[in-house]
């Protein structure tokens, strides 16, 4: 079955600099991967997400890359700001119906002003 | 996007007693819902994949008599936590998935005295 790393497990930055957040899957058929972003006692919340058919997305201060054949994935915030704290989680389809997603332990990011 | 909606959001029980949590998506149908579980500071971990109208396919380790699961309607799963003790003491998040994204109830915080 699918396994999902990521790191680092904590990331301190100071407000306006970039963090990066790495993920490595195990499955090389899985074809989708998404991020969430999940603050102290609420839901995780999907920020962004791609899929296999393309290297790179970008929304705004949050871009993901992609690549295959290394089979990783990386979360890239710029100009991060301090309620961009929180945990965040990267994801791994799982199986052929599209229905439940493996989840990386998770990066717990604190922006400091 | 679309809502799911968990309830109760915290509950605090005695040790022994059983608990029902209860998890609906509001605005679509879901046939499968899925549960987890979350340690404080700790990822997702997959309970158990709810499924409308059939029994629960349970993950590996976690006790089908303990951690009960019913999907009665294309809306709503419920999870009952029976004989509840300490250690049952956890954030229990549920999702459904639509269109190949992952939708999160808000979370339900039990705690067993």
């Known amino acids: 079955g699918e396994n999902v790393e990521q790191h680092p497990s904590t990331l301190s930055v100071q407000e306006g600099d970039s963090a990066v957040i790495k993920c490595t899957y195990s499955?090389?058929?899985?074809?989708?991967f998404p991020w969430y972003k999940q603050e102290l006692g609420k839901r995780p919340q999907l920020i962004i997400d791609?899929?296999?058919?393309?290297g790179e997305k970008k929304d705004q201060r949050i871009a993901v890359t992609l690549n295959k054949t290394a089979k990783h994935f990386s979360l890239h915030i710029t100009e991060t700001q301090p309620e961009d704290s929180a945990v965040y989680f990267c994801?791994?389809?799982?199986?052929?119906?599209?229905?439940?997603?493996?989840f990386g332990p998770g990066t717990r990011l604190s922006v400091l002003p | 996007g679309a809502v799911v909606s968990q309830h109760p959001s915290r509950v605090i029980c005695k040790s022994g007693t059983s608990v029902k949590i209860e998890c609906r998506s509001l605005?679509?149908?879901?046939?499968?819902m899925f549960w987890y579980r979350q340690f404080p500071k700790q990822s997702l971990m997959l309970m158990a994949t709810?499924?409308?109208?059939?029994?629960?396919?349970?993950e590996q380790g976690v006790e089908k008599d303990k951690f009960l699961i019913n999907h009665a309607s294309l809306t709503l799963s419920t999870l009952t936590v029976t004989s509840a003790h300490p250690e049952d003491s956890s954030f229990y998040i549920c999702?459904?998935?639509?269109?190949?994204?992952?939708?999160f109830g808000e979370g339900s915080r039990l705690t067993v005295l």
């Open positions: 999702s459904a998935n639509l269109r190949g994204e992952l939708f």
């Open positions: 499955d090389s058929a899985s074809n989708y």
């Open positions: 791609i899929r296999s058919n393309v």
């Open positions: 994801a791994a389809l799982r199986d052929n119906y599209g229905q439940n997603f493996v």
């Open positions: 605005d679509f149908q879901a046939t499968t």
């Open positions: 709810s499924n409308e109208g059939s029994k629960a396919t349970y």
